[in-house]
């Protein structure tokens, strides 16, 4: 499908499919016009008064007036100057997401760049050309400065390029595609720079990646429950009701679903069992699980109303004045980066003590320690174990909140910034954290069941068993136990796990 590029309308999804999907894009007549009408006045104002980015200097300069026959080579000079980053390149899928998003802005019509600098983004998505951006110079305002700059490079035919997989000069890149760079006109150095765009960008990806991960924790914590022959008795609906958080009411609902029809779960369901309740790794995960379902809902309407915002400094208003503002301060956005890092990470927490019960003989019900083979001489799944705490830990560090600091720079000029940059980039990893516990925690679960055989797991449990053993083995002597676990990690990266669900009428929310 072909995302029809109008400025307003943007949705997370439409960032996903471009940024992950290489989706082509199209800008609408409507948005050039907005362009179009917005540059008609900055060309009135460039004859008149010195206006911020117009015809001055840029941040603690701002007092400099440029003469008219300086300012592009001063629209070129910030662009060159601002591309300041270092560090190792972040990931295409987040260069597309920036440049989308910049695109978008511009489409809004209120920064004042002709149309044909929004076309040249676009140009570069749709021919795969993906600038290389550094992962450190961002303070998160003004926005992206040093990001969006070496992305911008690439419209001028300068700096670096990923294309068709090979490393190459921008310029080269755009000859093999039949483009041709731009030459940036008054106020343009500062609407290709001057945005939050990558820090959006890469909160609507994380949101993306969250929305797939708090449903497969709903299933592994499922296999766990039926691999540690946990009952199924706290997740029922009248309980959950009695406290009416909305993502506590899903997360059961999906246990519920999940465990229906379960033979190890009715095993031990009558009064022989002298059990009295679960432990809370157990017995809490709709409480744990469904608060990290509200906190990516508060997310996310952060990241739509960013969506919908322009995002720019100074902006150019239909009635014809040019306003300088403090929209490119990342603060909302990194707030909510920040919290999904905090409530994300408890996923991984829970995860870890779930999987820990099933690896320790004295708290497992009659599993072998650490799900081993050959008592003594295998060492079973401990060291995963290990590997999967490891992470848990490190997200305790990931947690601690980027937002709340800030540096000033620009001659004190920008006196107070986000750090909105920093606060998304430690969420990736912690996704990425989570998503590999749950992978631990999945090939865990998935042996526990088996060796509770001739006991049969649910319908859903039992296909999310056979959906690992296709690629990943199950009970045996100790073998490379790396590439198993990585297997299951690039299971939880896909749908498969949903799909397998829908393949025995299993759907979860």
């Not at 390029?161 to 921008?170: E, K, M």
């Not at 088996?450 to 056979?466: I, Q, Y």
Request: aromatic share 2%; net charge negative; hydrophobic share 45%.
């Amino acid at each position: 499908m072909t995302i029809h590029l109008d400025g307003p309308g943007v949705t997370i999804d439409d960032v996903v499919a471009v940024a992950r999907g290489a989706e082509p894009v199209q800008l609408t007549d409507a948005a050039i016009e907005r362009m179009d009408a917005a540059r008609a006045i900055v060309e009135q104002l460039a004859e008149g008064m010195p206006k911020y980015g117009i015809s001055t200097g840029f941040g603690a300069l701002a007092t400099v007036s440029i003469p008219p026959e300086r300012r592009r080579a001063l629209q070129v000079a910030l662009v060159r100057s601002h591309a300041a980053g270092m560090g190792d390149p972040v990931e295409g899928e987040v260069v597309r997401a920036m440049m989308l998003l910049r695109a978008r802005t511009l489409a809004i019509g209120n920064s004042g760049a002709r149309s044909l600098v929004a076309q040249a983004m676009i140009d570069l998505l749709n021919a795969g050309i993906i600038p290389i951006v550094p992962e450190y110079g961002s303070l998160g305002a003004s926005g992206d400065l040093a990001p969006l700059a070496h992305g911008a490079m690439a419209l001028l035919g300068e700096g670096d390029v990923v294309h068709d997989g090979v490393v190459r000069p921008a310029a080269e890149a755009l000859t093999a595609a039949g483009l041709q760079p731009i030459e940036l006109a008054e106020k343009e150095g500062l609407a290709v720079t001057n945005g939050t765009d990558a820090i959006l960008g890469m909160l609507c990806l994380a949101i993306d990646d969250i929305d797939r991960l708090v449903r497969q924790a709903d299933m592994i914590a499922a296999m766990t429950v039926e691999g540690l022959l946990a009952t199924d008795r706290p997740f029922q609906a009248d309980l959950q009701a009695l406290r009416p958080q909305p993502g506590q009411a899903v997360s059961a609902a999906n246990l519920r679903a999940m465990l229906a029809d379960s033979a190890i779960v009715a095993s031990h369901a009558g009064p022989d069992d002298d059990r009295v309740q679960d432990a809370y790794s157990i017995r809490c995960t709709p409480a744990v699980h469904g608060a990290v379902r509200d906190t990516l809902e508060h997310c996310r309407t952060v990241a739509q109303n960013e969506l919908a915002a322009a995002i720019d400094n100074p902006m150019v208003l239909p009635d014809g004045r040019v306003e300088s503002c403090g929209n490119f301060h990342g603060a909302p956005l990194g707030f909510a980066a920040d919290f999904l890092a905090i409530a994300l990470s408890e996923i991984g927490a829970i995860a870890e003590r779930r999987m820990d019960r099933m690896l320790d003989r004295t708290r497992s019900h009659g599993l072998p320690p650490f799900l081993a083979e050959e008592i003594g001489v295998d060492s079973g799944l401990m060291i995963g174990h290990y590997t999967a705490a490891a992470m848990a830990s490190e997200n305790k560090r990931l947690a601690a909140p980027a937002s709340v600091d800030s540096l000033p720079t620009s001659a004190m000029q920008e006196d107070h910034v986000s750090m909105a940059w920093l606060a998304v980039r430690k969420l990736r990893t912690v996704v990425d954290n989570v998503r590999r516990i749950l992978a631990v925690e999945y090939v865990c679960a998935a042996r526990a069941i088996e060796l509770r055989a001739p006991l049969t797991p649910s319908p859903a449990c039992g296909a999310l068993v056979d959906l690992l053993r296709a690629d990943v083995p199950g009970v045996g002597p100790d073998r490379f136990l790396s590439p198993e676990l990585t297997t299951a990690e690039a299971i939880l990266r896909t749908d498969s796990t949903t799909d397998t669900l829908r393949a025995v009428d299993v759907t979860l929310d």
